[in-house]
């Protein structure tokens, strides 16, 4: 994963244009079956309109003595993202306005955008622009903003249920590991993973600029969505070492939920939950919005705005780990597989059955207590009730839903439970 | 405040009689619409009869040497109300059973009653009591207790909407202050507040005399009240200065309650909550009784019972304070504030509204957080689901309901968010 | 009730056969109407098959030397249950398998049984088996497993009411005191006093063999029970002087619950509550199975599995006091009168009656806090609104529900106060 971040890292992301589909295509040869789409510059889309497509092909701020103060060549974040085109000789004062530092991070290049109200400028380090001397400066811009499309990506990975998984991801950002190339990364390979199990959902995944890329999206499937998405993810931020952040949905009590608390509190129960008013900063504010209402959370490492480097040069290929890619993906893997097997369940017989002559109780009576493992059969029969799904069980008897799925796998094959998805064929209900 | 409460102290209240027509007279100046009604002795009243009419010209105790031990003309409360007319010499052993006195008061002249059994008494400092010598004393009261009515007032201030808010307090205790003349006044001058102020809802002040008087109120409108009230408070003891009490209705769940603790929450949030259980002790009593079931709280400055001048000379215009007054009449605002704006509140577009191009959001992305104003609009933006009134809003994202108004505004205004009463024109629900 | 447990203390119970029988005998001498069921062998029963009925006429371990290690006419404890026949010589290592004790406990006999799987075997305190010197040994078990029957006993005393409370006990532990012949104790002099009293509901007593002894009586009566029975309780481990501790039903939300927490909160407010995931180990696990859900809850002292003596010979009549049964049975006694009497309350004025011409109220008003007892009563009016039974109205005014019925039944006489059982004559729902 690390080394696909590592491709990815140069390009010039931006909402559209040439730095998305380049990235689009790079996924695209990880996942064959993704479909790029375009949206032309100009489409509403609900209270907003898809923006005109950005090029950029170089930019130069000269100082008066002729030396270059930065180059976009150098660093993509040098230039203020949707900077218009500017070819024009101004004295520091008045370039001031068009530059952009972070005194608090006096090393960082800060990430500046200015999508849909025409501006451009120069990002640099704290510590270089003090030392700009006074004197005529050329600022030297040549973009380009014309009409053109927004792109995003899907890979729908169809499951034997119309029950949909939407994962959701972005690729707007320029030259930044954490937030933002650990999102796609890490879902590119969950999407892989997915594609070798054997499957009862369908999973969805987009691949979309944040914000617009989410707004078209939904304009586009809404009532699809709100019809098959059961639960879902926004991933982003999910590349450092950090320690779990959950931000919930807007109530904070769909499925998503449910299993992302679950899998947390399992398998990191010191994560952090954050709070849907105060710390929402991604797509999840889309699609939580009222009259969207799809169930996804976010779960992410070091979260957007709280971690130092965020929205900065800082954050970049260091930042990231192929450690920190990793234990993301594993959760995730977790979060699928209790979405996967999370039917309801029911025992098949009425009282406790008599399993010593099963092999799963031991024939003599010492009136002591049962193993660990015994105990979790004992449970998962006496609170299988029919209304209750295996999550809402695992939770009750409170141990992971995966220790009890080779146990469900034995009794069913008894003819003790039934696991079943009741919703799994019935096109209208979410 | 405090000189209509120096005009109405000296009358000599009690449950019925010219103390109380008085009192409605002056009440009748401040709000000329005030409708005084009578109901007549022996009307049957629920559980209970209107009892007959009391009046009192003078009373005077007078000890074995002649000298006047106590005498009505220099305290109302020197004699127990509703006493029946005696004329007789008694030596003291005879007379202590008809002596009032509280030991733990000294300087005290307890008030005390006896509306629905015939007695008669005097009541006293203990001091006093104790320098009573044996011998021969004339007790003599010249009162009356005939046929005549019950009086009590109200004032309806129409709005829009025939949903109403119900104001109660009462004007039966003679010459006590914040138990009840706090009541009487902070309600006059909440009403005169009302009707300077646009109105959605109507508002239903009552001045009544206490149990037997909202008895009676209850039983001639209680359809009414049942179909039109969604909210009200029972109001006494709001004159001192001690910290606000919240006695909450039965069940502590009504708008009512929501109202009393959000605002107290935000403007008081070291008041005391109460509990209906133990506590309650005014008009609260008849008005949440089983069957009535109006959503009216009560909320007190030093609560019934629980302050030593309660009931006694004590508590005169001293206790009582112009600052004490006025920070009942602004809570009370505020709860009607509440009321009127609590709308249904929906966002109207789908997704985040742009708010960049309304100049509601900085055009320039630094990736940083957003002010604490701006923060509030989005999460009303983010909440408003159609299924969430604005007082429910305010509380989830908490901030008072009073600092989202204008934010109300400025977002119907661009038709970004609609407020809405839909029981506004329903006759039939409360 | 500690003579009873006396003359029961020798019998040897099992599953099934004569002790059984012998002691479903004399406990009908102490209940006449007592009904003995049987069930043959062989009888399909849920996941189970009644089992062959086991007779044992004695038994003996004989060391090499020829003196007796253990004799079955010693202690009945000595043989584990279900064995069968065996008169072999064997080496002490061959032995080793069909002996069983406790090293954490080298005096006790521990209590083994191997009901549904073929084996023998002898038991023997830890201290004596470390004794046995190699060498041939003689076991001799003169037993036999033959077609019979399965024997229990039901105790149906009627009331006005259809609605049922189910009392479930076991016979089927040889020779031990707490668990289990204070259940059966218990358990028939509960029955003896509901039979003196004047009843509403209807009370069948069951005396069983533990699981497959509830999972026949269910077989046969389920349907009947799940429309009839309201509440019920297993009797088991109520004998000695522990502390009381109260197992919940699998969701803890029954009537049995509401009356075990409200009884026990009032008189043995230090009980520990146990977990009906991690602690059941009663007939509470089929009178709970999915399917069954009859709301049986567990109340006991010193409970299954928790005290030291459990399921050895240490469980003795030492351990079990006259003290300790009698705090057990008027325990049992408070649940049953709280059951009785749990109708709706309702208050059948509008406000709050006139007590003071009832004599249910102090005349003169002085203004102070009325007393305990008249609380009671003001809160037993303000709460009874029609929507509530008696328990949830005492546990609300925070008082036990037996010191209320006085209270109703003044009120009641009065027309103040109606208490109802809607669901009485109701034949179809539980």
């Known amino acids: 994963m690390h080394d696909l971040a590592t491709r ?130 050329h600022a030297f811009i040549d973009s380009q903003l014309e009409p053109g499309c927004l792109n995003y990506a899907e890979l729908v990975i169809p499951g034997r249920s119309t029950r949909e998984v939407l994962i959701s991801t972005y690729i707007c950002h320029p030259s930044m590991a954490n937030n933002e190339l650990s999102g796609p990364v890490v879902a590119t390979y969950l999407a892989k993973w ?101 169930p996804i959370a976010t779960i992410t490492r070091s979260i957007f705005h709280e971690y130092a480097e965020y929205h900065t040069s800082l954050d970049d290929l260091t930042l990231v780990t192929q450690n920190g890619l990793s234990g ?11 979405l996967e097997h999370n039917g309801m369940v029911q025992t098949m017989v009425l009282g406790e059955p008599q399993l010593g002559r099963r092999g799963l109780y031991p024939n003599l009576s010492r009136g002591g207590k049962v193993g660990e493992e015994l105990d979790m059969l004992l449970n998962l029969l006496a609170y299988a009730d029919g209304k209750t799904d295996l999550l809402a069980l695992a939770e009750q008897i409170e141990v992971p839903l995966w220790s009890l799925l080779p146990i469900c796998d034995t009794l069913i094959r008894q003819g003790l439970l039934a696991l079943s998805f009741p919703d799994d064929d019935n096109p209208a209900t979410a």
């Not at 990815?8 to 040869?29: D, H, M």
């Not at 900077?83 to 001031?96: F, G, K």
């Not at 501006?119 to 640099?124: H, I």
Request: with cysteine; proline share 8%.
């Open 194 to 294: 997915v594609m070798q199990q054997p499957r009862r959902l369908t999973y969805r995944f987009v691949f979309i600029p944040e914000t617009i890329g989410s707004l078209c999206y939904l304009q586009r499937h809404l009532p699809h969505l709100k019809n098959r998405v059961v639960a879902g993810f926004n991933i982003t931020c999910v590349g450092d070492e950090g320690e779990f952040n959950y931000l919930p949905t807007r109530h904070g009590q769909t499925l998503s939920d449910r299993v992302a608390r679950h899998v947390l509190g399992q398998v990191a129960p010191g994560y952090h939950r954050k709070d849907f008013r105060w710390h929402r900063g991604s797509d999840e504010r889309q699609y939580n919005a009222p009259g969207i209402d799809l």
């Open 328 to 338: 993301s993906l594993e959760l995730y893997r977790l979060f699928l597989t209790c």
């Open 8 to 137: 990815l890292f140069p390009l010039n992301r931006s909402l559209t244009g040439p730095g998305v589909r380049a990235t689009l295509a790079i996924l695209q040869q990880e996942m064959p079956g993704l479909v790029i789409e375009a949206i032309p510059s100009g489409t509403p889309c609900f209270d907003w309109i898809v923006p005109r497509e950005w090029h950029i092909r170089s930019a130069r701020l000269t100082a008066p003595g002729g030396e270059v103060v930065v180059d976009f060549a150098h660093h993509n974040l040098h230039v203020v993202g949707y900077s218009i085109p500017v070819n024009t000789t101004l004295d520091l004062e008045a370039l001031q306005p068009h530059l952009h530092s972070r005194p608090d991070l006096p090393d960082a290049i800060p990430y500046i955008t200015s999508y849909y109200a025409e501006n451009w400028g120069f990002c640099l380090p704290h510590r270089q622009r003090q030392t700009l001397l006074p004197g005529l400066y």
